[in-house]
């Protein structure tokens, strides 16, 4: 059975007492300022009282003949979560549905948890289900990643995130020296790239963190050096993210799969699949992996290693067409 707060007691007996006037149902009876609502968690307890799994506080509202449902301005409501950092939405308006426990928040809606901030235009929280959702289109900023999706979802039980089509900024140089902690051992390496730039994609998924974990391809990135020299364009049919332990937001490495090229001042390299080690400076090229740059014309291999500091390579068994000795000064190329 659902529990009600004192509030909600209240409001239920106010329309109680106006019943007599047999207003049509979805009409305002009752309106009140200072609202406090809630759904409570439906997890077992054994016994013990459980606390909210949503709650909500509206400067005014109104509640509709149907005695579960309430019309609410300027909202302030809150997921919770444990361990994790509860969610809090901001809404100019809502209606609260005890009955289907449901909050349809809309008139512009901001949701915050710790520095991640998402707007848009207006979201569902289903409780039952433990999802919030919107069609409209959503912006994702956590000061180091700013994503832009023509839909979200939010699991915050399982706290996963996952955005429509749309763009994306990853910061790499700031993130870095933001989470760099003093213990030189445990410090996160320099990278030579200031960003990667996400352009058009099918979808992006990742956490609430600000961590993103899959892009939907086919996908096209930039990935932006502190130099000219080292931006990258890449393509594939897919590409995940993995991180480190003391990076929460910059990517340590990225994974491309299925028809990846890769355009890079040292030439333009294809292949079946590729892990560019962000914080190494490192790519690595694997299956049907054909070269074209400046020394090698025609390359064909099973695999190919690029140092992307040093312009070092290293070439896996195969055949080249041409080959030109590297001017003094250049990085040689390594055998195996």
């Given amino acids: 059975m659902k529990r009600m707060t004192v509030s909600m007691l209240l409001l239920a007996a106010a329309a109680l ?3 007599g006037q047999n207003k049509p149902s979805g009409q305002g009876v009752s309106e009140s300022a200072g609202i406090d609502l809630r759904f409570d968690s439906a997890k077992p307890t054994f016994g013990e009282l459980e606390g909210p799994a949503f709650s909500v506080h ?15 301005d300027n909202s302030r409501a809150i997921i919770y979560r444990q361990p994790e950092e509860n969610l809090v939405l901001i809404s100019k308006s809502m209606i609260f549905d005890l009955n289907n426990k449901a909050a349809q928040l809309a008139g512009g809606v901001r949701l ?34 700013r994503i832009t999706g023509s839909s979200i979802a939010i699991y915050p039980d399982t706290d996963r995130l996952e955005l429509g089509g749309g763009s994306a900024t990853i910061q790499l140089a700031e993130a870095v020296e933001q989470k760099a902690p003093a213990d ?6 320099e990278t030579k790239f200031e960003s990667i730039e996400i352009k058009p ?48 937001t910059m990517p340590a490495e990225m994974l491309l799969k299925g028809h990846v090229a890769f355009a890079h001042s040292q030439g333009t390299f294809h292949a079946d699949e590729a892990t560019v080690d962000l914080a190494a400076g490192k790519a690595r090229f694997r299956g049907n992996v054909t070269i074209d740059n400046a020394q ?10 690029l140092d992307l500091n040093t312009r070092e390579f290293v070439m896996g068994p195969g055949q080249i067409e041409s080959f030109s000795i590297a001017p003094s000064g250049d990085a040689p190329a390594k055998t195996p």
């Fill in 112 to 145: 915050t948890a710790g520095r991640v901030v998402v707007d848009v235009a207006d979201m569902l929280w289903d409780d039952t289900a433990r999802i919030a959702r919107s069609e409209s289109i959503a912006t994702f900023d956590d000061g180091a990643n």
């Fill in 17 to 19: 007492c106006g019943a």
């Fill in 58 to 72: 509206a400067d005014t509202g109104k509640q509709m003949a149907d005695l579960g449902v309430w019309a609410l």
């Fill in 296 to 305: 090698i014309r025609g390359a064909k291999t099973s695999s190919f290693e």
């Fill in 184 to 189: 030189a051992k445990d410090a996160a390496p």
């Fill in 201 to 248: 994609h099918r979808g992006i998924s990742g956490n609430i963190a600000g961590q993103i974990r899959e892009i939907k391809g086919p996908a096209h990135l930039v990935i932006v050096g502190k130099n000219a020299d080292d931006t990258m364009n890449v393509d594939a049919d897919t590409v995940t993210f993995s991180y480190s332990k003391t990076q929460d």
